[in-house]
């Protein structure tokens, strides 16, 4: 079946820009994870959806990052005002979160590569 | 909140041999232990995890023991093969927590043919 989608897999933008990218987790997974990933560093934590409950923002770095999760499905991290220090690859995940008392595993997308001029 | 260091960064055998990749965690409420192989220009994908209640598990040619007391777990590969060749990354639950995940910043494996 369909894995982990995300969209654009590569965005060039300019410093003071807003970006938008898109991820489109596998159907039925109420689980939904952002995370970045900067050169040479491991996988940063920036926010949790989980069905309709309050989203876990604790990760993202500033307010200019959000992010949205309409109907359960299709995600979207906005990024206001890029800066060059947010040049990184932007991963998604989603998990079944079958078991809401037992972490699972987190099925991940192949990931943005933003670049911020 | 949750600390994982991961070593070495970089690592590289001759094929045949065995690697040996080393996590350490700072919350003692974790419990859940994944580990994920990331190839080049691919996107990550768990290889083995490991859960508090046992100390081993293996999946053929890969395992990972745990170690409580330590707050340490290692991911063992034998007779590494050149399609082993990637970016490993350990990750430990935060605080126990269902949902979040802390990463090392990986460990980066050549097996040279």
């Known amino acids: 079946g369909a894995g982990v989608s995300q969209s654009p897999s590569n965005k060039v933008t300019e410093k003071g820009k807003d970006v938008e990218l898109r991820c489109d987790p596998i159907?039925?997974?109420?689980?939904l994870y952002w995370y970045r990933q900067s050169l040479g560093q491991g996988l940063e934590f920036l926010i949790y959806f989980q069905g309709n409950s309050a989203p876990d923002k604790s990760g993202l770095p500033s307010d200019r990052f959000s992010a949205e999760r309409t109907g359960g499905s299709v995600s979207t991290l906005t990024i206001q005002r890029t800066q060059q220090e947010d040049s990184a690859v932007y991963l998604c995940a989603s998990s079944s979160g079958q078991g809401l008392a037992v972490i699972g595993e987190q099925f991940f997308g192949p990931g943005t590569r933003l670049t911020v001029l | 909140g949750e600390n994982v260091e991961q070593h070495p960064s970089t690592l590289s055998v001759q094929e045949g041999d065995s690697a040996v990749i080393k996590c350490t965690y700072s919350d003692s409420a974790s419990n859940y232990f994944p580990w994920y192989k990331q190839e080049l220009g691919k996107r990550p994908q768990l290889i083995i995890d490991i859960r508090s209640n046992v100390g081993e598990k293996k999946d053929q040619r890969i395992a990972v023991t745990l170690n409580k007391t330590a707050k340490h777990f290692s991911l063992h590969i034998t007779e590494t093969q050149p399609e082993d060749s990637a970016v490993y990354f350990c990750?430990?639950?935060?605080?126990?927590?269902?949902?979040?995940?802390?990463f090392g910043k990986g460990t980066l494996l050549t097996v040279n043919p």
């Open positions: 159907s039925g997974h109420t689980a």
């Open positions: 990750a430990a639950n935060s605080g126990g927590s269902n949902y979040k995940l802390t």
